[in-house]
Nanobody, 120 residues
Framework: QVHLVESGGGLVQAGGSLRLSCTDF????????MGWFRQAPGKERESVAA????????YYADSVKGRFTISRDNARNTVYLQMNSLKPEDTAVYYC?????????????WGQGTQVTVSS
């Protein structure tokens, strides 16, 4: 059973940092590439970053390169997103899910997400 739980969001000032976590409690995606996605109000969901099952980063959106770092701990079934130098335009609900490609943002299931709000 798919059970993804995101956490770590919050309210932070511009320039601040947050670390998001996503745990696969269903242990469904142990050997899968995983990604972080985000959706801002009134906008479509977009891909943010992705990581190979081995831990090698696969993708960063241009808007987050050099500021965000994706990683994973397979023993904990958890994927992380370290977000530094946050900007107001990073404000969104962040989700994790399996990764296929940067343009593939539709899935049959999503977790509840975690809200990130960056104030200017």
């Amino acid at each position: 059973q798919v059970h993804l739980v995101e956490s770590g969001g919050g309210l932070v000032q511009a320039g601040g940092s947050l670390r998001l976590s996503c745990t696969d409690f269903g242990r469904t995606f142990t050997n899968a590439a995983m990604g972080w996605f985000r959706q801002a109000p009134g906008k479509e969901r977009e891909s943010v970053a992705a990581v190979h099952w081995s831990g090698r980063p696969l993708y960063y959106a241009d808007s987050v390169k050099g500021r965000f770092t994706i990683s994973r701990d397979n023993a904990r079934n958890t994927v992380y997103l370290q977000m530094n130098s946050l900007k107001p335009e990073d404000t969104a609900v962040y989700y994790c899910n399996t990764w296929l490609s940067p343009s593939s943002t539709r899935r049959d299931f999503w977790g509840q997400g975690t809200q990130v709000t960056v104030s200017s």
